[in-house]
Nanobody, 122 residues
Framework: QVRLAESGGGSVATGGSLRLSCAFSGFRYPADCMGWFRQTPGKQREALAVIAPSGAIQYADSVRGRFTISQDNVENALNLTMNSLEPEDTAMYYC????????????????WGRGTQVTVSA
C-alpha cells in the first residue's frame, strides 16, 4: 500500500523559511516522478516542483528561485526547502508520485498524503 506523509509545515512571517519533508513507502517500483503541490480553499491544486530519477527538475514560475526540491533515496524522503516565503504561499502542501513521465502538472499523480499546512503572515 502506497503511503505518503508530509511534515514540516507551520507558521512563519514573510521572508521566513520552512523545510517540508515527505516520507513515502509502498511503491512496488520506483516512481518516475515525484513532486510537491499546494492547494488553498476554493482553488485547484497547483503543481510546484517535480523531480525525475535522472535528477531533472521543473519548477512553477511562482516558486522558482525560492523553493528547492530534493529527494533522498536512502531515506525514501522527498524534501522542499522554501525560502523568502510570502503570504501568497499560504496553503496546504502535498507530495505525490507518478509513473510514466514527469511533467509539472497534477495529471497522473494519483497517490496523495494528508498534507501539511503552511501559513505565512504579513
Amino acid at each position: 500500500q502506497v503511503r505518503l506523509a508530509e511534515s514540516g509545515g507551520g507558521s512563519v512571517a514573510t521572508g521566513g523559511s520552512l523545510r517540508l519533508s515527505c516520507a513515502f513507502s509502498g511503491f512496488r517500483y520506483p516512481a518516475d516522478c515525484m513532486g510537491w503541490f499546494r492547494q488553498t480553499p476554493g482553488k485547484q491544486r497547483e503543481a510546484l516542483a517535480v523531480i525525475a530519477p535522472s535528477g531533472a527538475i521543473q519548477y512553477a514560475d511562482s516558486v522558482r528561485g525560492r523553493f528547492t526540491i530534493s529527494q533522498d533515496n536512502v531515506e525514501n524522503a522527498l524534501n522542499l526547502t522554501m525560502n523568502s516565503l510570502e503570504p501568497e504561499d499560504t496553503a496546504m502542501y502535498y507530495c505525490s508520485a507518478r509513473y510514466f513521465g514527469c511533467v509539472l502538472s497534477t495529471q497522473g499523480f494519483n497517490h496523495w498524503g494528508r498534507g501539511t499546512q503552511v501559513t505565512v503572515s504579513a
